[in-house]
T-cell receptor, first 113, second 114 residues
Framework: AQSVTQPDIHITVSEGASLELRCNYS??????LFWYVQSPGQGLQLLLK??????LVQGIKGFEAEFKRSQSSFNLRKPSVHWSDAAEYFC???????????FGTGTRLTVIP | NAGVTQTPKFQVLKTGQSMTLQCAQD?????MYWYRQDPGMGLRLIYY???????DKGEVPNGYNVSRLNKREFSLRLESAAPSQTSVYFC?????????????FGAGSRLTVL
């Protein structure tokens, strides 16, 4: 069965500190993987995606993620967090020809000055 | 460049009332989706339309109906609202073709059923 696990419900980091948000997936086919960000009261915006090739992908706003097939993980990282990064982050998995994406339950990021 | 537009943004209903959430996209995308977002549960697919003229059930279709009015518009109807349908609803669309699994989301519609 397809599923996405984001084990951290809420993370608090200081501005300027590094960040890593965890994502583990279970998917029968070769996965497409995504990270979306949702600011309060807004829809979801795509941060980055992995379809194939280089397992380290770069996204918008200075985020990157690394696909590790052996660990079924796709963790999101940022070297230096800004106050504007405070939001909720969702990991999602899909596949070629699939009609649906499966979303994790989200990780809320709080940034303290 | 509107993208995906949802109306209304907020709605309060009483149990048993009906309403329709509207969604329109201007990106010429073939596929459209309705998700609901509940605390601690992420996004769950209600219905989707892979192309104009087709609709299919997702994970949580009970209590909802949809209409793919044309390529641009995909509406979600609650015939008899229940408190369990209190949620934030998101419409999304995606194009066909290589690398086409990227969903574009609307801003959401917050529904409260009393």
């Amino acid at each position: 069965a397809q599923s996405v696990t984001q084990p951290d419900i809420h993370i608090t980091v200081s501005e300027g500190a590094s960040l890593e948000l965890r994502c583990n997936y279970s998917y029968g086919a070769t996965p497409y993987l995504f990270w979306y960000v949702q600011s309060p009261g807004q829809g979801l915006q795509l941060l980055l995606k992995y379809f194939s090739g280089d397992t380290l992908v770069q996204g918008i706003k200075g985020f990157e993620a690394e696909f590790k097939r052996s660990q079924s993980s796709f963790n999101l990282r940022k070297p230096s967090v800004h106050w504007s990064d405070a939001a909720e982050y969702f990991c999602a998995v899909g596949a070629t020809g699939a009609n649906n994406l499966f979303f994790g339950t989200g990780t809320r990021l709080t940034v303290i000055p | 460049n509107a993208g995906v537009t949802q109306t209304p943004k907020f709605q309060v209903l009483k149990t048993g009332q009906s309403m329709t959430l509207q969604c329109a996209q201007d990106m010429n995308h073939n596929s459209m989706y309705w998700y609901r977002q509940d605390p601690g549960m992420g996004l769950r697919l209600i219905y989707y339309s892979a192309s104009e003229g087709t609709t299919d059930k997702g994970e949580v279709p009970n209590g909802y109906n949809v209409s793919r009015l044309n390529k641009r518009e995909f509406s979600l109807r609650l015939e008899s609202a229940a408190p369990s349908q209190t949620s934030v609803y998101f419409c999304a669309s995606k194009r066909q073709g290589p690398g086409a699994n990227v969903l574009t989301f609307g801003a959401g519609s917050r529904l409260t059923v009393l």
